[in-house]
Nanobody
Framework: QVQLVESGGGLVQPGGSLRLSCTASGSIISIYAMGWYRQAPGKQRELVAT???????NYVDSVKGRFTISRDNAKNIMYLQMNSLKPEDTAVYYC????????WGQGTQVTVSS
């Protein structure tokens, strides 16, 4: 069974930056298209960024120009660099495939507040 582990979250002031990491058992990160999701309190889980096997990326409009998804196939790690963070980015962030999900990890909390 694939295990996804997210890390790198924390408390940051508006305008700050964080880099999230996603690790997985096996060579999952290099084999599949992957994405970053977030879920804010009382809201549905939202797919915010995806990267396919060829490295093509896509973002939801609310994070375009601020977030960058990338991966290191040799290390089997996927990243989400988040810059110019806003309070509305506060959520638990998860990694998974864009469809046909693996089991969800615990996620990592990102809180943007002054």
């Amino acid at each position: 069974q694939v295990q996804l582990v997210e890390s790198g979250g924390g408390l940051v002031q508006p305008g700050g930056s964080l880099r999230l990491s996603c690790t997985a058992s096996g060579s999952i990160i290099s084999i599949y298209a992957m994405g970053w999701y977030r879920q804010a309190p009382g809201k549905q889980r939202e797919l915010v960024a995806t990267i396919n096997r060829g490295g093509w990326t896509n973002y939801v409009d609310s994070v375009k120009g601020r977030f960058t998804i990338s991966r290191d196939n040799a290390k089997n790690i996927m990243y989400l660099q988040m810059n110019s963070l806003k309070p509305e980015d506060t959520a638990v962030y998860y990694c998974n495939k864009p469809m046909d999900y693996f089991s969800w990890g615990q996620g990592t909390q990102v809180t943007v507040s002054s």
